[in-house]
């Protein structure tokens, strides 16, 4: 009943800034917290930034300082800004979504977006 769509990774040259969006859709359920992940070839997921339906943040200590989650709860829909990127930031990023329906909790994730930075 869920969907998460992540939109926006693509080619980009050291240095240069990313937006990346992740967009909900179906009815009955509420959003609480969101996070973005990634995966890069061969490695593990990992959590690079969180925020709380009350907008509270935390980055990984990697992208600290370069990266900015925000979220539009209107809208449903939660942002990665990505500022002076670097090429061990490429990966497939996954939009994650922790969600009530009915008072049951559960996660739901994207399909993943890909983020490739290289010169």
């Known amino acids: 009943q869920v969907q998460l769509v992540e939109s926006g990774g693509g080619l980009v040259q050291p240095g240069g800034s990313l937006r990346l969006s992740c967009a909900t859709s179906?009815?009955?359920?509420?959003?609480?917290?969101m996070g973005w992940y990634r995966q890069a070839p061969g490695k593990q997921r990992e959590l690079v930034a969180l925020?709380?339906?009350?907008?509270?943040?935390n980055y990984a200590d990697s992208v600290k300082g370069r990266f900015t989650i925000s979220r539009d709860n209107a809208k449903n829909t939660m942002y990665l800004q990505m500022n002076s990127l670097k090429p061990e930031d490429t990966a497939v990023y996954y939009c994650n979504a922790n969600i009530d329906i009915n008072w049951r909790t559960s996660q739901a994730w994207g399909q993943g977006t890909q983020v490739t930075v290289s010169s």
């Open positions: 925020i709380s339906s009350g907008g509270n943040t």
């Open positions: 179906g009815r009955g359920f509420t959003i609480n917290a």
